[in-house]
């Protein structure tokens, strides 16, 4: 062939190979429209409002912290996203899955490979002449290429699977950060929940040692013994479990403070301190419908990616049965000396094409396609017991909310009935109107009642966390 017919004959195999390349990125994904069946089927069950709420606007919950007055609930959370080891390895694992882009990315384009060898070989001289051995040295070097088409979109189907499992690591990665804030969050609460329990327990000791020493000065000064006795051991009695309260509360809040800890990235040393104090609500929780929900939950959008890339490995399996073309070419010199290795006279090149069609496989492409086909079904059913997971956490979440308000209400109505009653026994008794047992109770009921107010607090502020969490609201 003359150079100039080779050289448009080169031109015009680009040129159709590039459109070849162009046109396969537009082949449909089969089972594309099964897919958005398929969502519109699992979301076809979805309610209009929330069940759980009442009178909530329909704005989205974003910048949740903002929620909470007091507590420096802020400093906690940017503490562990920026020191937690798990995030951390969340991220890694987006770079992970944007390097498995880049791999599938790579099979739809060209390969060329640079290459070069040196040999030297000898074969036995002619028989009848012993010693006549022939020596021969080879040099070659060039570059080779290579390019499958993809005519039926399957490369591109695997890319597509690729990226999706991409979208699906950054919405785990966004999770995961909402996850850690909400944790971080809520471990705070427990820390400074326990730390005010116990400093409640000591004070619960402290008035209790003071009332004993009242009442042993009344047995030693011989005033009504019998009665005096009773009363004496009565309040060791007392004395004794409030000392074991703090004991039991002390080793709560030490192992409380380890897990804080060990969530904000840092050692294990059990003396942080937790929140200023516990975090006040501002209002009424703002709530979105379950529609929106799917369009801005984490771990929902990581599903739906999920089921997306297993369809695009299900097309690609089939594909796999329809048949390839490969093309090759090298260009390079080929010569017996080296010096005259880079020259025209050693210059070679070759074109070529090659048509697979599979015919048997042992059923090995077959048994990729049913494998594929039960990875969709499995990552829809996955998808769909996401959905419910969130629905009943929403829900959930908003039918405690109710709740812990009305106990928290109560609870402070009770608390100062309690401390009242209190200060009416300790004047009866000091005026002998009451006995020592009406003291006791009255005691008994205001401590109690305090420290299941600052439970319900301290629920409340955890539950308030824990349904941002379920509404996939932002932390900045």
């Not at 820390?191 to 003071?210: G, N, P, Y």
């Not at 104090?277 to 801005?296: D, E, I, K, N, T």
């Not at 996401?386 to 629905?391: I, M």
């Amino acid at each position: 062939m003359k150079p100039a017919r080779r050289s448009r004959a080169v031109r015009w195999c680009c040129s159709a190979a590039w459109l070849l390349l162009v046109g396969c990125q537009w082949v449909p994904t089969l089972g594309h429209q099964r897919l958005a069946a398929d969502l519109d089927a699992k979301r076809a069950s979805v309610p209009d409002a929330w069940q759980g709420g009442v009178d909530w606007s329909q704005e989205q919950p974003t910048g949740w912290l903002t929620d909470f007055e007091g507590g420096s609930l802020r400093s906690v959370v940017e503490q562990a996203l920026a020191g937690n080891p798990g995030l951390k390895a969340a991220a890694a694992r987006v770079d992970q899955a944007r390097a498995g882009v880049g791999t599938a990315t790579a099979a739809l384009l060209p390969t060329l490979d640079g290459n070069g060898t040196a040999s030297r070989s000898q074969r036995p001289g002619d028989q009848r002449f012993p010693g006549l051995a022939q020596q021969a040295n080879r040099f070659t070097t060039g570059l080779s290429a290579a390019w499958e088409l993809d005519l039926w979109g399957r490369l591109a189907d695997q890319r597509g699977a690729a990226l999706a499992d991409l979208a699906a690591r950054q919405s785990d990665y966004h999770a995961a950060r909402l996850s850690l804030a909400a944790n971080a969050a809520q471990s705070a609460v427990t820390v400074t929940e326990l730390r005010l329990l116990v400093a409640l327990s000591q004070a619960d000791v402290e008035a209790r040692q003071t009332q004993l020493k009242l009442l042993e000065s009344q047995l030693d000064r011989g005033i009504d013994t019998e009665t005096a006795a009773l009363d004496v051991s009565l309040g060791r009695a007392d004395l004794a479990r409030s000392k074991a309260d703090v004991e039991e509360r002390s080793r709560q809040l030490d192992g409380a403070r380890r897990s804080l800890e060990t969530v904000l990235g840092g050692y294990p040393e059990g003396k942080i301190r937790g929140l200023d104090q516990l975090p006040r609500l501002r209002g009424s929780v703002p709530a979105g419908l379950p529609a929106a929900l799917l369009s801005r939950r984490p771990d929902v959008l990581a599903a739906e990616q999920r089921l997306r890339a297993t369809l695009n490995r299900e097309s690609a399996a089939k594909k796999a049965f329809l048949p390839s073309i490969r093309l090759t070419g090298d260009r390079g010199f080929t010569s017996q000396q080296l010096a005259s290795l880079i020259s025209t006279p050693s210059a070679t090149w070759t074109m070529a094409s090659q048509l697979t069609q599979p015919l048997f496989e042992g059923g090995r492409l077959l048994a990729g396609v049913k494998s594929a086909r039960a990875s969709y079904d499995e990552a829809l059913n996955l998808y769909a017991e996401t959905v419910l997971t969130a629905f009943r956490e929403v829900e959930t979440a908003l039918a405690a909310e109710r709740f812990w308000s009305a106990q928290e209400a109560e609870l402070r109505r009770a608390l100062e009935q309690a401390r009242t009653a209190e200060k009416l026994a300790g004047g009866q008794y000091e005026r002998g109107l009451a006995d020592v047992l009406t003291l006791l109770e009255s005691r008994r009921r205001a401590f109690d009642a305090e420290r299941a107010l600052i439970a319900a607090q301290a629920n409340l502020a955890r539950n308030r966390l824990a349904l941002h969490l379920a509404l996939g609201g932002d932390w900045e």
